[in-house]
């Protein structure tokens, strides 16, 4: 969840300065507090600088240097304040260490350490880190060897970054949390994303679980921690561009993203066809589909559960913090597809190993590349989004969706007009989202704004579209908004409505039309305010957002409201639309 950071052998002797920078594009990673540490150019002990708040417009002062590391924190363990802000100091003040994870078994390393008199500063178990590497250089071990040893000692998923006052190094380890490496011409690079060194290199190493790295002024060296051999590192170049994780005009990243959907949407046709193929097969052989992620994510599984309905496929859903008790069912003939943006996610890589330890052929249906979940799979499908800058998820979700559409479509032969119905899909949705039809979102943003209550019905496909409608209203405004099946609404649900309630309903032109307007008129006799969501009017409707006709595939527009609608409502109300409250990008402890 939290951001690393860190540089070797600055050219600009701005150490600091190069790792603020970087900070600044992984603050979607975390934004509690932030921290740097920098062996100074004149010499003398690691001097670090760290505060409490937001990244945006932070600056520093400390002096000249080469190398530094840095952190931006999303608080586990400790309070948010300047002392359990990384980076952390052993008691020698030689070491400097930050890290991404949750050391499970730190409460029972600190009092060893205490028992060795050393003295904790923080609440945090990142301290701990420190200290216990500390006390293994007491025995005359190198820097890397001490690290290994105490990372091996660390139970749950970590990654750390070892700033040595001594050798002048930065020492970094993974297991479970997300790591790279920068490989620039003179300079080296740490980060936990390859967005906080893409203006610096394209040449890239991804860190595996169990390696370990050493970064110099000579180069990197790669490692196996448990073995500590030394290995060979081979790097790869990535695709992505400067301007990806730029806003490019936009005022957040989160509309820039929105409005991408317009052009990744139609890259996702043209990508994986081969692999989805050779999936749809398995299918039609008798492969059983579970699908499973967290979030957005299970919002996107519950979608495509009806997407493969639709194609005569039998298929479960699952959110991954529920699939465990479900686990035993998975076996060889079970295709296990987990969904995620990051591939980091950690409720999602312990239901997809328990799905693989049974037997299950593992599909990872991933945006962000290299990941552990890739690493876990038996077969990667990319979509392709591009980074996404901003928490909220809006371009990886359309763009697995629209991935998912095309699987449950080849099954039954159709992989070729699937693709021509999602290119069509983005040329359609460029031609809707105009500045007109955004502004008409967001007069009636300036009409909801001061509510705090809104509900969402919708049915069939409609229905998890109206969950993530739900939860981008949630995730960027702040309001509470619940979505519900419409004919769930007898069942208890009508009891919330009262008079002015603001009341979505989202609508296809399909056989579920009349029963959802239906459910519409019960919500307005009870007062509510219906805002119609939906490519017709009707009089139901006291407002109406109109979105493209597109048959199955309308929920991508109604969608796209939501995102939307959440954005100028979050804007409205004076939140930070890339960076919600509580929420980090990457939700890498379970």
């Known amino acids: 969840m939290c951001g690393i950071f860190g540089i070797v052998n600055d050219g600009t002797s701005q150490a600091a300065q190069t790792v603020l920078d970087g900070l600044k594009k992984l603050e979607y990673r975390g934004y509690d507090s932030w921290g740097i540490a920098i062996i100074p150019k004149s010499g003398g002990r690691i001097r670090i600088e760290k505060h409490v708040g937001k990244i945006g417009s932070a600056k520093t002062t400390l002096p000249d240097s080469t190398i530094a590391i840095g952190h931006t924190r999303w608080a586990t363990h400790g309070g948010v304040t300047d002392i359990n802000a990384h980076p952390h100091l052993d008691c020698s003040g030689q070491i400097a260490v930050i890290h991404n994870g949750i050391v499970e078994n730190y409460q029972d390393l600190k009092e060893e350490l205490k028992r060795e008199k050393h003295t904790f ?43 040595d006052l001594h050798a002048g190094s930065i020492v970094i380890c993974r297991n479970g949390s997300p790591l790279a490496i ?20 394209r040449r890239v190493y991804f860190l595996a679980d169990g390696e370990a790295a050493v970064l110099t002024v000579n ?63 398995k299918i039609a052989d008798g492969g059983r589909v579970v699908l499973c992620g967290c979030g ?79 690493r876990l799979s038996d077969t990667i499908i990319a979509v392709g989004a591009g980074p996404e800058i901003a928490v909220v998820s809006t371009k990886a979700f359309t763009a697995q969706l ?102 979505f309903a989202l609508f296809a032109n399909d056989e579920t039309r009349q029963e959802v307007l239906s459910s519409a008129t019960e919500l307005k006799a009870r ?30 527009g109604n969608i796209i409201v939501g995102q939307l609608l959440g954005y100028y409502l979050g804007i409205g109300r004076g939140t930070d639309p890339d960076k919600p409250r509580n929420l980090a990008k990457s939700v890498t402890v379970k």
């Open 527 to 556: 007062g509510a305010t219906i805002i119609g969501i939906s490519p017709f009017a009707a009089p139901e409707f006291n407002y109406h957002i109109q979105t493209p006709e597109l048959g199955d595939l309308t929920i991508f």
């Open 121 to 163: 500063h923080s609440e945090t178990d990142t301290e701990v880190i420190a200290h216990a590497i500390e006390e293994e250089l007491k025995t005359g071990r190198s820097i890397n060897h001490a690290v290994f040893s105490v990372f091996n000692t660390l139970v749950g998923s970590n990654a750390i970054g070892v700033l």
């Open 296 to 374: 957005t994510a299970f919002y996107c599984a519950l979608a495509a559960k009806y997407y493969f309905s639709l194609a005569g496929i039998e298929a479960q859903a699952y959110g991954a913090y529920e699939f465990l008790p479900f686990a035993k069912f998975a076996d060889k003939k079970t295709l296990f597809i987990a969904i995620s943006q990051s591939g980091e996610t950690a409720d999602t890589l312990i239901a997809a190993k328990a799905a693989k330890k049974n037997g299950a052929h593992l599909i990872a249906v991933v945006n962000a590349r290299a990941s552990t979940l890739e």
């Open 402 to 503: 629209a991935t998912l559409y095309l699987l449950s479509r080849a099954v039954g032969g159709k992989y070729k007009e699937a693709q021509k119905a999602m290119t069509n899909l983005g040329a359609v949705l460029e031609k809707w989202l105009t500045p007109k039809n955004r502004t008409a979102i967001l007069n009636l943003a300036k009409k909801l704004i001061d509510y705090e209550d809104m509900y969402l019905i919708g049915k069939h496909l409609n229905f998890p579209a109206a969950m993530e409608f739900a939860l981008k209203i949630k995730e960027t405004s702040y309001i509470h908004a619940e979505a519900f099946a419409s004919g769930e609404l007898k069942h208890g649900v009508i009891t919330l409505i009262q008079k002015g309630t603001p009341c």
């Open 219 to 281: 180069g990197v060296k790669l490692y196996d921690i448990s073995s500590q051999a030394e290995k060979k590192l081979v790097t790869h170049t990535v695709d992505w561009k400067v301007e990806d994780v730029q806003k490019g005009g936009y005022p957040h990243f989160l509309l820039k993203e929105i409005i991408e959907q317009t052009a990744t949407i139609k890259k996702t046709a043209r990508l994986n066809e081969t692999e989805l193929k050779q999936i749809a097969k």
């Open 182 to 201: 920068g490989i620039g011409s003179n300079s080296y690079y740490l980060g936990s994303d390859v967005t906080a060194f893409l203006k610096f290199t």
